[in-house]
């Protein structure tokens, strides 16, 4: 069988070596980023990612044959050798190491319907879900395979049930994996989307993707929500002093949420009457792409962790993004460390006064 079958180690081996066929998806250009007035407001604070510009991409749908998918690192082996390209944040040396277990291989019958991985190893964050997943099935659906065979978690949550079905897929169809497990196919389906590929990219099938999920909730009031999302009992990156800063916004009229306590169609709905949304780097923050163009995004971010994924999110929203930097005391890169500094409320307001006069209106 081709699962077992190994070669001469000629070096790292690309999907498009490997692919029975490559479907191009879109061709994205490079975009330099929209901020609220240029990035500069009247009393001459400026926003992060000044001059950040998106990634150019081309993004493809594959067809694998005869590969292996080990489910803990949801990395795809071929001829007995990883796939680096479907490598997505993981160590390299367990990436290095990993081999066909053939007593952890579970067959996937081959079927007129091909399977189709559509998450990566984050599959529980709605972030990863969002930017990685949705978008693959709209890949699905638009290259007509709506009835692919999904390869699935084995415990869904809630949200990614309801997601999957506003996306028009059945989960009950689907393919559960557990960790641990290896999956092997005689024929599978594989889009960049999961491997990260556009995630600093702004691509108009992820927007299509988005769109497409939120034309499925008709209006529920006007547009005339300013929202900021709380972190609340999150461990990663918690602010100090947030309730501080929720009690200030709340005595301004803001609707303060915390996105988790709601379903996906609920979060549908809020975010698309949102004028204004606010928090910081989280899962929360992508509902920005539920917001209607010209919503702004205000951003506190962390100055140990300035990730721009939320910015590009909201690009592919059409959102003008303001970004204020956070001290947080911590000296090293870390996307988890809490702030060890309470955040200046009082600076934050005061640009949040200067950032509403560029509110759409109600």
Excluded at 267 to 296: E, Y
Excluded at 331 to 336: G, R, S, V
Aim: glycine share 6%.
């Amino acid at each position: 069988m081709g699962f077992f079958r190994r070669t001469a180690d000629t070096g790292p081996v690309s999907l498009k070596d490997v692919a029975s066929s490559v479907t191009v998806l879109e061709t994205v250009p490079a975009v330099p980023v929209s901020l609220v007035n240029g990035g500069v407001l009247g009393a001459g604070e400026t926003s992060v990612f000044q001059s950040w510009v998106s990634e150019p991409a081309t993004l493809c749908l594959y067809e694998l044959r005869d590969v292996v998918l080990d489910r803990s690192l949801m990395v795809f082996l071929k001829d007995g050798k990883p796939l680096l390209e479907t490598a997505y944040v993981q160590d390299p040396s367990a990436v290095a190491a990993l081999t066909v277990r053939p007593e952890d291989l579970v067959t996937i019958p081959d079927h007129a319907t091909p399977a189709a991985v559509c998450c990566d190893h984050w599959n529980s964050n709605y972030y990863h879900w969002l930017s990685h997943t949705l978008p693959t099935l709209h890949a699905l659906r638009i290259t007509g395979h709506q009835d692919a065979r999904l390869m699935l978690p084995a415990s869904m949550r809630p949200w990614q049930a309801d997601t999957l079905a506003l996306s028009g897929f059945d989960a009950q169809k689907g393919i559960p994996t557990e960790h641990g497990k290896q999956y092997a196919f005689r024929r599978v389906l594989y889009a960049d989307y999961v491997r990260g590929a556009a995630d600093f990219s702004v691509s108009p099938l992820s927007r299509a993707a988005y769109e497409f999920l939120a034309a499925t909730q008709p209006p529920t009031g006007p547009r005339d929500l300013r929202i900021f999302i709380e972190r609340g009992p999150a461990s990663n990156r918690r602010i100090p002093n947030e309730a501080e800063l929720t009690a200030a916004l709340q005595a301004r009229g803001f609707l303060c949420v915390r996105a988790e306590n709601h379903s996906a169609a609920e979060q549908i709905q809020i975010f698309k009457r949102a004028r204004l949304i606010m928090g910081q780097l989280g899962s929360g923050m992508a509902n920005c792409v539920w917001c209607q163009p010209g919503t702004v995004m205000f951003e506190l971010v962390a100055e140990h962790h300035q990730n721009p994924c939320n910015l590009l999110m909201g690009m592919q929203a059409g959102l003008p993004y303001w970004g204020k930097l956070m001290p947080t005391g911590q000296q090293d890169d870390d996307h988890i460390a809490q702030s060890e500094k309470p955040l200046d409320i009082a600076s934050v307001l005061h640009e949040l006064d200067q950032i509403e006069q560029y509110l759409p209106p109600v």
